[in-house]
Each structure stands twice: as C-alpha cells, then as structure tokens.
C-alpha cells in the first residue's frame, strides 16, 4: 500500500531533499498545493496570487515509514515559527502548512506542533499551519531533483538562506529533533 502526505516549507528543492534521503519514502515531487489557479506556472506561484505554496508530494511505504517519521523530517527542515515565509523565501507562497490527507494525519500533525509550542525552544509562537488538502500541482521538470542536478547552486542556495545553519542549530545542538522523537 502506498500513502500520500503533503508539505510546504519554504524552498521546494531543500524539502524534497529531506525526504529524498528517508528509507520508505517511494517519491518526494516538488510542486504548488492549496492554491486556486489549475496547473500554476512556478512564475504565477512566485507572485504570491494563487494561493498555492510551493511544496513536496511524499508517497511513502507505511510498512517503512510511519507518518510520525515524515513529520519528524518535516518540521526539523524549517523554522516553525516564521509564518512568512522560510529563510531567504519571503511571501505566502513561503509558508509552511502541512496538508493533511485523512484525520490521522491531523490528529498528529496538530500533536506534534503542540508539542514544539509547549516544548520552550522557541521564543515565537509555532506558525505551521494545518489545513486540508486541497490540490498538488508537480513543479517543472527542471525544479525536480534540483539537489542533484545542479549541486553546487543548491549547496550554496542552502547555506546561503540560512537553512542549513538554522537546522543545525535548532534541530541538532538544541536538541529540538530529539524532543519530537521522545514526545510524538
């Protein structure tokens, strides 16, 4: 049985990058959910008018993987509390949200964010949001795999935004990684 979940967190290419590395995640596809507008170019996506934010696809193998798992991946690869967007990505389109696809993944999605809002890491409140799937939209051919296709622009992409040093900082040394594992 192959499952589905869907998440936005800022750069696409650095979100499809940590699920591309998880035993158990079959795809990871880049794209545009939530919106309004069918088939968004990634230019009409980029003006922040189609409500949609640029996010990854996951369908994963639930005897692997469990949905907790995607979500541990998922939250320790943003900032939580920045609800305009993910590093050097600014506008809604930025946002990160998490689509849920039946109530179970609500139910832990809603747990998890909890747990990080009540765990005294951070001094902003969580600004993840929750909502329904609604669309996905696969991205261009050329933002797919990104990571490999052009490694060089996407280390310096990475490091550059602050991402890499944010995660290391947060999710390793503070341990904010280790307090989802124990507590989800």
Known sequence: MVKIATFGGGCFWCIEEAFGKVN?????????????????????????????????????????????????????????????????????????????HDEEQKRLAEKALKILEESGLFSEPIAVSVEPFKNFYPAEEYHRRYFEKNPMHYFYYKEGSGRKKYCEIVWDKKGGRRILEENL
């Open 24 to 100: 158990g995640v079959l795809e990871a596809v880049p794209g545009y959910a939530g919106g309004d507008v069918e088939n968004p170019t990634y230019e009409e996506v980029c003006t922040g008018k189609t409500g949609h934010v640029e996010a990854v696809q996951v369908k994963y193998d639930p005897e692997k993987i469990s949905y907790r798992d995607l979500l541990i991946t998922f939250l320790t690869s943003i900032d939580p509390t920045d609800s305009g967007g993910q590093f050097a990505d600014r506008g809604s389109q930025y946002r990160p949200v998490i689509f849920y």
